[in-house]
C-alpha cells in the first residue's frame, strides 16, 4: 500500500513493517547461496533495520508479544554481528600488514593467525543459526505478530489513529535530540567515547528515517547521504579504536607495535577531519531538522 502524510499509525505500522520483514527474509534466504562477507553484512543490517521497526511502531502493538520477537532479532544481530567483527578485523589486520615495514608485518603475524582462525570458528557456528532461522518459524512468528497491530488500547493517548505526519515529526524529535548535546564534545577528537555514542544516534535516526521514507519530500536523498555519510565515518573511527584496544593488548613491546599502533591512529585522524569536515559543510543538527522539515 502507499504510505501518505494522512494513513493512521495502525495501518502504516503494518505495512512498513511487514516491508522490513521482507527485505530480511529475502536477504537470509540469499544467504543459502551467498554466505561471504557482503552478503552477511547485509544480512546483518536488514535485521538491524527490522529492530528498529519493531521498536519505532511498538506503540501499536501488545508488548507481551513485541519483546520477545525484539529480543529474537537481537541475538539474530548479535550472532551476525560476531562474524561480521572477525571479518572486519581480518581483512583491515591483512590490508595494514601489506602497507607496513618488516616490524610492523612481524608484530601483526599472530593477531592475524588469530582473527582467520576466529573467522573459520564463527562461520561454523553460525551456519546451524543460518539453518534454524531459515526453517521458517522466525518468519510465521514475526509475520503473526507484524499482521495485529491493537486499535482500541487502554490508554486514552493510545496513538494507533495519529496521522503518519504526527507520529514521524514526533518519533523523528526522540532520536534526533541527543545529537546536539553529543555534538559538544564529539568534535573534540580525544572524546572517543561521546563519538561512539553520537554513532549509535546517527545509526538509529539513519534507520528510522529510511522507514519513513515514503512520507519524505525530493529533498530526502540528500539529507540521507549526508546522514550515510556522517554514520560511516563515526563507524570507521570506532572500528579503528576496537582494532586499536586490540593491538594494543599484545605482549610484543617492539617496534613494530608502536609502528603499527601509530599507523592506525593516523588513520583514524583523518576520519576524524573528515567528519569534522562533514560538520562544516552541513552540521548534524541540520540534517536532523532538514529530516523533520522535509516530512510531507
Request: charged share 30%.
Amino acid at each position: 500500500m502507499r504510505i501518505k502524510s494522512s494513513t493512521p499509525l495502525w495501518l502504516a505500522s503494518r505495512a512498513l513493517l511487514f516491508e522490513r520483514g521482507d527485505a530480511f527474509f529475502a536477504q537470509l534466504k540469499r544467504s543459502e547461496k551467498d554466505c561471504g562477507t557482503e552478503a552477511i553484512h547485509d544480512l546483518r543490517v536488514a535485521s538491524r533495520r527490522v529492530r528498529e521497526a519493531l521498536t519505532l511502531f511498538s506503540p501499536c502493538y501488545p508488548q507481551e508479544a513485541l519483546r520477545p520477537l525484539r529480543r529474537k532479532f537481537s541475538r539474530v544481530t548479535k550472532s551476525l554481528g560476531d562474524l561480521r567483527n572477525a571479518d572486519e578485523a581480518f581483512f583491515f589486520l591483512r590490508r595494514l600488514a601489506e602497507r607496513l615495514g618488516s616490524p610492523g608485518r612481524e608484530f601483526l603475524a599472530a593477531p592475524l593467525a588469530r582473527c582467520a582462525s576466529r573467522r573459520i570458528e564463527e562461520r561454523k557456528r553460525l551456519r546451524p543459526a543460518l539453518d534454524k532461522w531459515r526453517n521458517g518459524s522466525l518468519a510465521r512468528r514475526f509475520y503473526r505478530h507484524a499482521g495485529h497491530p491493537v486499535l482500541f488500547g487502554e490508554a486514552a493517548d493510545h496513538p494507533a489513529f495519529v496521522s503518519m505526519t504526527e507520529f514521524a515529526r514526533g518519533a523523528l524529535d526522540l532520536k534526533g535530540s541527543a545529537i546536539p548535546h553529543l555534538l559538544l564534545t564529539a568534535l573534540r577528537e580525544e572524546e572517543v567515547d561521546d563519538q561512539h555514542r553520537l554513532r549509535i544516534a546517527v545509526k538509529h535516526l539513519r534507520y528510522r528515517a529510511e522507514i519513513l521514507s515514503p512520507l519524505f519530500g525530493s529533498s530526502f536523498l540528500s539529507i540521507h547521504g549526508t546522514l550515510k555519510n556522517y554514520q560511516e565515518e563515526l563507524g570507521k573511527m570506532h572500528d579503528l579504536d576496537v582494532f586499536a584496544a586490540l593491538l594494543a593488548a599484545e605482549e610484543d613491546s617492539g617496534p613494530g607495535r608502536e609502528a603499527t599502533l601509530a599507523a592506525i591512529s593516523g588513520e583514524r585522524h583523518k576520519h576524524f577531519e573528515r567528519f569534522v569536515a562533514l560538520h562544516g559543510e552541513m552540521p548534524l543538527t541540520e540534517v536532523a531538522e532538514g529530516l523533520r522539515g522535509s516530512i510531507q
